[in-house]
């Protein structure tokens, strides 16, 4: 069974900084593109950033500037650098990896993510 795994969150001040990581299997990262989602209450998942097998990245416009994906190679993990972050920030964040022209799709359990004064 695959598994990923998320590590990083919790509760931080607004403008204050946090990252994600996620150890995922050595073998997923040269055929995947992987990705950030994240879920508010109430609301639909919502895709933050992904990066490709080549390492090509992308942003939601919501997080541009003030998140980096990135991938580590050595630790099998997917990062996450969330800077300068707002309240609506606030989310369960998922960890994605997709496959197979997005015929396979896998998820981690999730880690929650709150930004609060």
């Known amino acids: 069974q695959v598994q990923l795994v998320e590590s990083g969150g919790g509760l931080v001040q607004p403008g204050g900084s946090l990252r994600l990581s996620c150890a995922a299997p050595?073998?997923?990262?040269?055929?995947?593109?992987m990705g950030w989602y994240r879920q508010a209450p109430g609301k639909e998942r919502e895709w933050v950033a992904i990066i490709t097998e080549a390492d090509v990245t992308n942003y939601d416009d919501s997080v541009k500037g003030r998140f980096t994906i990135s991938k580590d190679i050595a630790k099998n993990t997917l990062n996450l650098q969330m800077n300068s972050l707002k309240p609506e920030d606030t989310a369960v964040y998922y960890c994605?990896?997709?496959?197979?022209?997005?015929?396979?799709?896998?998820w981690g359990q999730g880690t929650q993510v709150t930004v609060a004064s």
């Open positions: 050595e073998w997923m990262f040269p055929i995947s593109t």
């Open positions: 994605n990896a997709t496959l197979d022209n997005g015929n396979i799709r896998y």
